[in-house]
Structures are given as structure tokens and as C-alpha cells.
């Protein structure tokens, strides 16, 4: 997933919100806090596969509809590939800071 996918995902979400589209987050905004905006991706993916496996393992037992797994599971599949495509931003930002003449 490259960086516009990343950037349709983040304005996808902001529409499912009924909020405007970001372009990220605010220069002048100084408590911005790189780690906790890390740990609550982390934990939103988390949840978003918890909640899909609940659901399947509901279904399977016929007390959930198809359509509420397939939901869960998309939406897990969704916070996923944000995650990975957020792990491969940091990772090339790494790469081009090391690739930097000191």
C-alpha cells in the first residue's frame, strides 16, 4: 500500500465519521505525540481482529448472520493494511535518513 492509498484510507475514515478529510495533522499543533498515536493504532488493529474473530467463531456456533462477519472481517483487513502501510512509511523514512551524507 503506498502513500495515496494511505491517504484515501485516512479520508474514508473521516467521511465514515461525517467529518472533513485531514491533510494530516496541524503544524502549529504542539501536542502531537508520535508514540501514543503509534499505540492507538496498535490497539485499534487489535481490537478491529478481535472483533472479527468473535464474530466468526459466532457464526460458526449460528448466532451471528454472515453479513456481520464479512463486516468485521473487512473492516479488520481495513486497519491491517493501515497499519502495514504506516510500517512501510517509517520503514523508508529510515531507509532515506540513513541514506543521508552526514
Not at 33 to 39: G, P, Q, V, Y
Amino acid at each position: 500500500m503506498n502513500s495515496a492509498a494511505l491517504l484515501a484510507a485516512k479520508a474514508y475514515g473521516a467521511a465514515a465519521g461525517g467529518a472533513a478529510p485531514s491533510t494530516g495533522p496541524a503544524i502549529a499543533d504542539t501536542n502531537f505525540n508520535f508514540s501514543s498515536m503509534l499505540a492507538q493504532q496498535v490497539s485499534s488493529t487489535v481490537e478491529a481482529t478481535k472483533a472479527a474473530e468473535t464474530q466468526a467463531a459466532q457464526a460458526v456456533t449460528g448466532k451471528a448472520e454472515m453479513v456481520d462477519v464479512v463486516t468485521a472481517v473487512a473492516a479488520a483487513e481495513v486497519q491491517m493494511e493501515t497499519m502495514l502501510a504506516f510500517r512501510d512509511q517509517a520503514i523508508q523514512a529510515y531507509q532515506e535518513i540513513m541514506r543521508m551524507p552526514i
